[in-house]
């Protein structure tokens, strides 16, 4: 049986951050891995897997996380090996925008958490919407998607709830439909690399007849944040996801069923070697596992809760020995990551829901 011992946990183009087109920097090897979620014929079943018994699976989800032995390590004081140029993807609607400011932490609409199962386990993360051709896609961290205990490429029925709150899916369940990972995660389960891009079908949800809604598309309702990359270390960020795992002193001060956040300055390197974490950037933060996964967004701006995704929570844990939560971890975000996300980024994958609210296969784009 799994030991969520780790969190894995997992607008505006403003000044310092430098506007990049859609290019990846050139990289030797390979470096995405891609594999299949949910076909078209079995969206449905994946829907009615997490929604009959009025969702009661959602609340029963466990945390999930990457096990690793000791709690990851800051280490020394140093700056990751950027392998291009800083670049940034602006979030969906701010493509023309400029820096905004305000003083209020208003929740981010794009944030939401995933749910899976392996076997007869039912796990959860946090995840984040950004911005894509088609307003399709969901990241979050690589252990989130990519089955980590058995032999199997990913994990089994997938889907990602923006805005859940207390069992609530109010813009719509978004089974996915492809994942993106770095090829040294997929092959090695290097946490170093532990961030995925996940295509999602329209949003489904059920009308009083208990027939499927096609909801649309997941940027269309609640928007997708930017992308930043090859980033300096130390700029603040916000960090939001759906803790819920217990402390290490068994206090349940988290739920899951509502959104948290942290802020702070992250610093580098954070090495744990029993996952091949030897480049992570840190943070001070106490939520625990169930928060995997969740975006580290760079430059949010409050009044329009969109900024850069810069990073995904990955490890996590007890730093000083009091049993409590107070570090989490994420992949440092360059070339190659963005390389990942350029993958995805202009594949669609659309509607199934008929006219009579039911599943089907709808005409499909060239991918």
């Given at each position: 049986?799994?030991?969520?011992?780790?969190?894995?946990?997992?607008?505006?183009?403003?000044?310092?951050?430098?506007?990049?087109?859609?290019?990846?920097?050139?990289?030797?090897?390979?470096?995405?891995?891609?594999?299949?979620?949910?076909?078209?014929?079995?969206?449905?079943?994946?829907?009615?897997?997490?929604?009959?018994?009025?969702?009661?699976?959602?609340?029963?989800?466990?945390?999930?996380?990457?096990?690793?032995?000791?709690?990851?390590?800051?280490?020394?004081?140093?700056?990751?090996?950027?392998?291009?140029?800083?670049?940034?993807?602006?979030?969906?609607?701010?493509?023309?925008?400029?820096?905004?400011?305000?003083?209020?932490?208003?929740?981010?609409?794009?944030?939401?958490?995933?749910?899976?199962?392996?076997?007869?386990?039912?796990?959860?993360?946090?995840?984040?919407?950004?911005?894509?051709?088609?307003?399709?896609?969901?990241?979050?961290?690589?252990?989130?998607?990519?089955?980590?205990?058995?032999?199997?490429?990913?994990?089994?029925?997938?889907?990602?709830?923006?805005?859940?709150?207390?069992?609530?899916?109010?813009?719509?369940?978004?089974?996915?439909?492809?994942?993106?990972?770095?090829?040294?995660?997929?092959?090695?389960?290097?946490?170093?690399?532990?961030?995925?891009?996940?295509?999602?079908?329209?949003?489904?949800?059920?009308?009083?007849?208990?027939?499927f809604v096609d909801r649309g598309p997941l940027g269309n309702n609640v928007g997708g944040q930017g992308l930043a990359y090859n980033q300096k270390v130390g700029a603040?960020?916000?960090?939001?996801?759906?803790?819920?795992?217990?402390?290490?002193?068994?206090?349940?001060?988290?739920?899951?069923?509502?959104?948290?956040?942290?802020?702070?300055?992250?610093?580098?390197?954070?090495?744990?070697?029993?996952?091949?974490?030897?480049?992570?950037?840190?943070?001070?933060c106490s939520m625990t596992g169930g928060s995997s996964g969740g975006p580290w967004i760079l430059k949010y701006s409050s009044a329009r809760r969109l900024g850069y995704?810069?990073?995904?929570?990955?490890?996590?844990?007890?730093?000083?020995?009091?049993?409590?939560?107070?570090?989490?971890?994420?992949?440092?975000?360059?070339?190659?990551?963005?390389?990942?996300?350029?993958?995805?980024?202009?594949?669609?994958?659309?509607?199934?829901?008929?006219?009579?609210?039911?599943?089907?296969?709808?005409?499909?784009?060239?991918?």
């Amino acid at each position: 049986m799994k030991k969520h011992v780790l969190l894995p946990i997992g607008a505006i183009v403003a000044a310092g951050l430098a506007a990049t087109a859609m290019t990846a920097p050139a990289q030797a090897g390979k470096v995405t891995s891609s594999d299949k979620l949910a076909s078209a014929a079995g969206v449905g079943d994946v829907v009615k897997f997490w929604l009959d018994g009025n969702g009661y699976k959602l609340k029963s989800a466990d945390p999930y996380g990457m096990e690793h032995n000791r709690v990851p390590k800051h280490v020394s004081k140093g700056a990751p090996a950027a392998d291009g140029k800083p670049g940034i993807v602006p979030a969906i609607g701010d493509e023309k925008m400029t820096a905004a400011k305000s003083k209020n932490v208003n929740l981010p609409k794009t944030v939401g958490r995933v749910f899976f199962s392996i076997g007869s386990g039912l796990y959860s993360c946090s995840a984040s919407s950004v911005q894509s051709a088609y307003h399709n896609l969901v990241a979050t961290a690589g252990h989130c998607v990519y089955d980590i205990e058995t032999n199997h490429d990913v994990v089994d029925n997938w889907i990602f709830i923006p805005g859940y709150y207390d069992g609530k899916a109010p813009w719509g369940v978004y089974v996915g439909k492809q994942a993106f990972t770095h090829y040294d995660f997929d092959v090695y389960e290097d946490a170093d690399r532990d961030y995925a891009f996940v295509t999602v079908y329209n949003g489904i949800g059920y009308d009083l007849q208990k027939k499927f809604v096609d909801r649309g598309p997941l940027g269309n309702n609640v928007g997708g944040q930017g992308l930043a990359y090859n980033q300096k270390v130390g700029a603040p960020v916000f960090v939001f996801g759906y803790p819920s795992a217990p402390q290490g002193d068994g206090d349940y001060v988290w739920t899951g069923q509502t959104l948290k956040w942290c802020y702070g300055k992250p610093y580098f390197p954070v090495k744990e070697p029993s996952v091949k974490a030897e480049e992570q950037v840190g943070l001070k933060c106490s939520m625990t596992g169930g928060s995997s996964g969740g975006p580290w967004i760079l430059k949010y701006s409050s009044a329009r809760r969109l900024g850069y995704i810069n990073g995904v929570t990955s490890l996590g844990g007890d730093t000083d020995g009091n049993s409590r939560s107070d570090m989490i971890s994420s992949p440092y975000f360059d070339g190659e990551t963005f390389g990942v996300y350029k993958a995805a980024y202009s594949l669609w994958s659309g509607s199934l829901v008929r006219k009579d609210g039911t599943i089907g296969i709808t005409e499909a784009k060239s991918e």
